[in-house]
T-cell receptor
């Protein structure tokens, strides 16, 4: 969707290096999420944010950190990349509010390879 | 915490065949349910959603899903599939309210043979 931009789209990095992925949205959505997609696992939530400077862990947060200093940007950092973090990473946003649930809007994904 | 099970991992159909993909969720409270589709090389797109009211939900591209609360199910259906429906389909659930963290199933790959 045009309102969510992920960068970079592809990245190859070496084991042990830090990596930062960026998600930028122009929708002014309150909620933002980082998922990783792996075969046989579907999408698993890494971290999410419910406002500027408000973040929390998802189900697979070990080895990852996030920051949200502005509504439009949500950064995901792999502190020291490992081969198990080779994956496709998706950012998603949600307008928030409990009714109605609009569902997520997804970015195009970042394919990360750790060698 | 909620969870989602998709029992069919890979489905192969011929064009014009009918489709039903199973989805069962686990959660004790009120839920919102979704089906997403991911075409090859693309990101996920919302097919349809249920949050209240009529348990039969119609989505885009002729898809529909039925929420059966007693069975904790939200199966996706399409009467006649096309080659262009080849994609991976994800069922998802979120508890009503809260931070709307969505839990996804592991996905079903649908291959439609012309």
């Amino acid at each position: 969707d045009a309102g969510i931009t992920q960068s970079p789209r592809h990245k190859v990095t070496e084991t042990g290096t830090p990596v930062t992925l960026r998600c930028h949205q122009t929708e002014n959505h309150r909620y933002m999420y980082w998922y990783r997609q792996d075969p046989g696992h579907g999408l698993r939530l890494i971290h999410y944010s419910y406002g500027v400077k408000d973040t929390d862990k998802g189900e697979v947060s070990d080895g990852y950190s996030v920051s949200r200093s502005k509504t439009e940007d949500f950064l995901l950092t792999l502190e020291s990349a490992t081969s198990s973090q080779t994956s496709v990473y998706f950012c998603a946003t949600n307008t928030g509010g409990s009714f109605p649930p609009y569902g997520y809007t997804f970015g195009s994904g970042t394919r990360l390879t750790v060698v | 915490a909620q969870s989602v099970s998709q029992h069919n991992h890979h489905v192969i159909l011929s064009e014009a065949a009918s489709l039903e993909l199973g989805c069962n969720y686990s959660y004790g409270g009120t839920v919102n349910l979704f089906w997403y589709v991911q075409y090859p090389g693309q990101h996920l797109q919302l097919l349809l959603k249920y949050f209240s009211g009529d348990p039969l939900v119609k989505g885009i591209k002729g898809f529909e899903a039925e929420f059966i609360k007693s069975k904790f199910s939200f199966n996706l259906r399409k009467p006649s599939v096309q080659w262009s429906d080849t994609a991976e389909y994800f069922c998802a659930v979120t508890a009503s309210g809260g931070y709307q963290k969505v839990t996804f199933g592991t996905g079903t790959k649908l291959q439609v043979i012309p």
